[in-house]
């Protein structure tokens, strides 16, 4: 999704370029594409122990200014958690109350993971 860039509308009417849109977009359009796009983006660690065949196992952390419309994606930045050791784990993030978010980390191999702590990266994007 791409939102109109202000500085891209020409400012004076007199331009003389062919096709130019002479009219700045609505402040309220521009307010909520900056608000749309503003970014929440901490790393923490995270060990989530053991977690059974077609399980899985929720972690919360404090990230001040998450709303619970807010979109999340989250991010293993630990080789490991990406690769054939623990890899196989999926991890999905959620706001679940104002200013927290839950990671959640579901095994669905046949066999029980032990994942070692883990540094995830936590983005949001403002709702």
Not at 42 to 65: A, Q, R, Y
Not at 73 to 79: G, K, R
Not at 100 to 124: C, E, K, Q, W
Request: hydrophobic letters at 40%; a negative charge; proline letters at 6%.
């Amino acid at each position: 999704m791409s939102f109109p860039n202000p500085d891209n509308y020409a400012r004076d009417c007199d331009c003389g370029t062919a096709g130019a849109n002479t009219t700045p977009p609505p402040a309220s359009l521009v307010a909520e594409a900056e608000q749309a796009i503003r970014l929440i983006s901490p790393s923490t660690g995270l060990n989530f122990g053991s977690i059974s065949s077609g399980g899985f196992v929720d972690l919360t952390i404090s990230l001040v200014g998450a709303a619970i419309d807010d979109t999340v994606f989250v991010t293993c930045l630990n080789t490991a958690g990406r690769g054939a050791t623990d890899g196989k784990l999926i991890f999905e993030a959620f706001v679940s109350a104002t200013n927290t978010v839950t990671v959640r980390a579901h095994n669905p191999t046949s066999g029980s993971i032990d994942p070692a702590l883990y540094n995830f990266r936590v983005t949001i994007i403002k709702g």
